[in-house]
């Protein structure tokens, strides 16, 4: 019976700490804001930009 109830309080602990970590997630997900694509590659097309300047 001891070995139920732990069981059973185990369970929830881990159904709770599972349920937080998704929320939390998909609340991150949800508040991050989109960078644009010159935002994400703009270093990358600097430097081809000056590899295509070099004689």
Not at 24 to 42: G, K, N, P
Request: glycine letters at 2%; zero cysteines.
């Amino acid at each position: 019976m001891r070995r139920l109830a732990f069981a059973a309080a185990v369970l929830a602990v881990v159904s709770v700490g599972f349920h937080s970590f998704i929320s939390a997630s998909l609340a991150a997900a949800r508040d991050a804001r989109t960078i644009t694509f010159a935002e994400r590659f703009a270093p990358a097309l600097e430097l081809m930009a000056k590899q295509q300047q070099k004689p």
